[in-house]
């Protein structure tokens, strides 16, 4: 047998103490294997760590603990080997003649689902038909490149499938302040006026121009927001009202209250018929996949 177990990965950590006086033997284990798994493995902000079960392992005098790493946008069950001491703990795949037991104990990560319905989607501005096979809620801001880019490809991808996707923009400005929340603020106050005016906007925003525009003072961006809406046959005194009002301020924590319940860390992060997919998608074919299920 030991000639047959190879131990891989990408980190053996061995714990000669810990301090778990307080826990008993098995709140030990798990804590051990929580802990090291904490201290060792690089997870993006927001993750957590579930102990899910734990049982003899192939390797003597161990345990095979299974924890579930939750993601923004997805989970992933992992195994972790801890003594039954709780004093030595291993992280890393086993082998045992050839075959990864580690990989196969744990099982596939699995992508997190949304309920829709907990978006409130009806409160955003929104594109597309009402009826339409493919909604997807976007987490965005006017100081993302990606997400400029991220909105370009869905506009294209919108016009191609004019019948097959709905889209909801939400505000993702990370801060409550600051120069990236004042554009959110702003198309917000748009949104007041109603959602055509929110469009354009939200357009004019993600073009070289509004990109350009976004970096002057707030009282530039604003009047330029104005000229705008006055252009297109609009009642500036609406978007003055939300700004002055906090109208439109409430509007934008409100999304940021929501993404921060997700657990969204960065933008573009998009929600697609209840999953979650964080960052730009590589190419249509990702979203246009959702047509054929």
């Not at 047959?4 to 008993?24: H, R």
């Not at 990109?211 to 003055?240: H, P, S, T």
């Not at 997700?262 to 998009?270: F, G």
């Amino acid at each position: 047998m030991a000639k047959s177990i190879f131990w891989t990965g990408m980190l053996i950590a061995l714990v000669l103490t810990m301090p778990f006086a307080s826990f008993s033997q098995e709140d030990r284990v798990a804590q051990a294997a929580i802990d090291t798994f904490k201290s060792y493995v690089r997870l993006p902000p927001g993750s957590e760590i579930k102990f899910l079960e734990k049982k003899e392992s192939p390797i003597f005098d161990f345990y095979a603990v299974k924890l579930l790493v939750n993601l923004p946008d997805k989970e992933i069950p992992t195994i972790v080997y801890v003594e039954k001491s709780s004093e030595k703990v291993f992280i890393g795949n086993l082998f045992i003649k050839g075959e990864n037991v580690t990989a196969k104990e744990a099982g596939p990560p699995r992508p997190k689902k949304i309920d829709m319905g907990l978006l409130e989607m009806e409160k955003s501005p929104s594109l597309g038909n009402k009826e339409a096979k493919v909604t997807i809620v976007e987490f965005s801001n006017f100081q993302c490149s990606y997400c400029m880019e991220s909105w370009l490809k869905l506009s294209d991808l919108m016009k191609r499938h004019r019948q097959d996707f709905k889209y909801i923009f939400r505000h993702f400005p990370f801060q409550p302040d600051g120069k990236t929340f004042e554009l959110s603020e702003m198309a917000a106050a748009a949104q007041e006026v109603g959602n055509e005016a929110f469009w354009i906007v939200h357009d004019f925003f993600f073009t070289k121009e509004g990109q350009d525009m976004a970096n002057q003072e707030k009282g530039v961006v604003k009047q330029k927001v104005e000229q705008l809406l006055k252009g297109k046959g609009y009642d500036v005194r609406i978007f003055q009202s939300a700004l002055e009002t906090g109208a439109a301020r409430n509007r934008v924590l409100a999304d940021m209250a929501l993404a921060n319940r997700l657990r969204m860390t960065s933008t573009p992060t998009k929600i697609v018929n209840g999953d979650i997919i964080v960052g730009l998608t590589a190419d249509d074919s990702t979203l246009e996949r959702y047509l054929r299920k």
